[in-house]
């Protein structure tokens, strides 16, 4: 994606670490801007030392929505306009679906539907009167499959992922494009005890989520995906005038999603004819406009 005003800008959700973190510093490697936030602004430290004033760290937690606009008056001030919006902030969390509260579920809404919502929101006139932008939803591969022990995280990024899908062909008329990335494990701190969120446990369900569990905390450090790699494949995909809505990132991404489309594919057309019979009978198809 080119910039019609000079060098590009980009206000990334959650750069302090992981993914975030590998796309913030491929944008300041290119020369670019980046309006990076944390929710403690001090681990911005060595970027900042390393690319000055490109570099604008600013401390906000995803989970304040009516802090997002103020964000991206302070990216406008400080660099003109904003090129790249990316919602990555978040965090993984385990349990099951009994023993996860109310407060633990919206949480995981909070910070994967109704963060990147508000910053959507701020950023959206902008790129809407430049006619130009794009808009990069850090999702998933738990954003179209889920298992046990994930469904409040794969409930917020079900939730971000079916929003997105809507808010791409809303704003496609104005020259923003939407890409909904979905990962699978990659080599950041996603795993680790101080950021993967565990409730507590009911030992009822120890031998069905017992080695999910385990599993999980097991792959931090070994991850198979190369944060770096995912960054450029992103950026590359914002240079690709055909690029598609979503994009898997890892192999493991691509072999999981391949086997839940086909096997969600295959229970359509297997269980197509009672599906069609709780139509009136002789209906036309619907016209519908979409």
Partial sequence: MTTTNGTKTWIITGASSGL????AEAALAAGEQVVGTARRAGRFDALRAQYGD?????EHDVRDTDAAAAVVRRALDAFGHVDVLVNNAGAGQVGAAEEVTDAHLRDMLEQHLFGPAAYVRAVLPHMRARRSGAIVQMSS?????SFPAVGSY?????ALEGWSEALAGEVAPFGVRVL???PSRFRTAFNSAEVLNTVDQHPIYDEVLGAVRANMAEADGIQEGDPA???SAIRDMLDTPDAPLRLPLGAEAVRNLTRSYRN?????EKWAYVSQTADFPGMPPALRAF
């Fill in 180 to 182: 909904i990335a979905e």
């Fill in 154 to 158: 794969s409930a917020g990024k079900f």
């Fill in 20 to 23: 975030g973190l590998a796309l």
């Fill in 264 to 268: 969600a594919l295959s229970d359509v």
């Fill in 54 to 58: 490109r570099l604008l760290p600013v």
């Fill in 141 to 145: 591969q738990g954003g179209r499959m």
């Fill in 229 to 231: 790699r995912a960054a």
